[in-house]
Structures are given as structure tokens and as C-alpha cells.
């Protein structure tokens, strides 16, 4: 099993930055792949972004693309997302998640085998 834990959000004024971070424990050899994922009220969760193991590989949804930045530190067993020029409609509940091998359908919540709890983000106009 692996636990995730997200941590990093806030309230922030839109334009500004946060950072989030994804604490994983546990069988962390299964983190292979890992992505992040937000949701809104009376929506579906959204891809967001996803690394590889070594980090060479990376790819983000088209609404954030040059604003955030997806990144690991394996060493930390630790998933970071940094979000800049933050706007309102990024305001969502954050996810972390991952799974054991890489996949190209890595945009489908439902390949990830494992999520965390989420971390609210609220962007202020």
C-alpha cells in the first residue's frame, strides 16, 4: 500500500503562486508514475499533470500549461506541484495520485491506484 498526503494549499489572490506538495510512504517503489488531479464542486475530477519516475518525462493539461510545473524528489519520497499566475478558475480541490508503471492513458483518473485526500485552493479575484 501507499499512503499520499497533500499539503501546500491556501488562498491566494489571483496572479500569485503556491506550491503543493505530495508526501508518499509506504510501498513508494509503486509511485512510478504520478500525477495530479483538481475538482470542483459538481464536476469531474480534471487532469492536471503527471511525472515520470525519473522526472523526464512530463506532461499538463492545456489550462495550465507555463503556469505550473510538476516535479519529484524521489530521495523524499515527494511529488511537488508549483503553480504560478494562478487564476480564479483554478480554484479546485487538489489530488495527488500514482500508480505502479506508466501508462499513456495517464489523463484517466481511473488507471491511478492510489490518491490522497486532497488540498483545497481557493484564488480570489
Known amino acids: 500500500q501507499v499512503q499520499l498526503v497533500e499539503s501546500g494549499g491556501g488562498l491566494v489572490q489571483a496572479g500569485g503562486s503556491l506550491r503543493l506538495s505530495c508526501a508518499a510512504s509506504g510501498r513508494t517503489f509503486s509511485t512510478t508514475i504520478m500525477g495530479w488531479f483538481r475538482q470542483t464542486p459538481g464536476k469531474e475530477r480534471e487532469f492536471v499533470a503527471v511525472?515520470?519516475?525519473?522526472?523526464?518525462?512530463?506532461y499538463y493539461a492545456d489550462s495550465v500549461k507555463g503556469r505550473f510545473t510538476i516535479s519529484r524528489d524521489n530521495a523524499k519520497n515527494t511529488l511537488y506541484l508549483q503553480m504560478n499566475s494562478l487564476k480564479p478558475e483554478d480554484k479546485a480541490v487538489y489530488y495527488c495520485?500514482?500508480?505502479?508503471?506508466?501508462?499513456?492513458?495517464?489523463?484517466?483518473?481511473?488507471?491511478?491506484?492510489?490518491w490522497g485526500q486532497g488540498t483545497q485552493v481557493t484564488v480570489s479575484s
Open positions: 495520485a500514482a500508480r505502479n508503471y506508466w501508462t499513456d492513458n495517464y489523463s484517466q483518473e481511473n488507471v491511478y491506484n492510489y
Open positions: 511525472i515520470s519516475w525519473s522526472g523526464s518525462i512530463t
